[in-house]
């Protein structure tokens, strides 16, 4: 769990400062200061308060709703952290754990996930963080024994604590509709949906 954006997004969504927080968890102001700079982490007591802080629904964010929604979604979607160096899927759902996220946060390294590295790096490039584009639809094989093959839909979603992440809500398809997309359009293509600046 990464406790400083956790922290901070509590403590925000709250209206709190600092040391108004730090009273509410039974820690020093110098506590939750080092804490939301990452350079310590809560006692399981206090991480146990933090947490019941924020599935508590009186102080719980739109967010952290919107986490649960895709923990608990019957569909194969996970949500990934798309903001830093390295992809980080940070919720899930029980399908796309079972298949491919058994612990979280996950990163996307290995072969299997080629064409989501690649499908992420293009809609950063076409600013995707940076609320761009509406949403993105490619196509992923997942080279596994069992292969799955899946139409990918992106849309970017934003945290109160300004993180951009990626829902990413996977469609199965056939092998030999993948095939044909492969083929017409190679593997990584992307249909990117932009939004006009005269929209904004």
Known sequence: MDWAKTVRSIRQRLRLKQGAFAELVGLSQTSISRIESGLAVPAPDVGEAILKLRSNPKTRSVFDDFLASIEHSPYVCFLLQMDNETLSVEAASQKARNRYFPSLPASLDGSAF??????SEELLEHGFAEGRIECAIGVWGDGREDPGYWR???????????????????IAIEGADFDAHVEEKGPYFLDIISYRLDQQ
């Open 114 to 119: 080629t064409a989501l590295q690649r499908h």
């Open 152 to 170: 990918a839909l992106y849309t970017p979603m934003r945290d109160g604590a300004e993180t951009w992440y990626g829902y990413v809500t996977l």
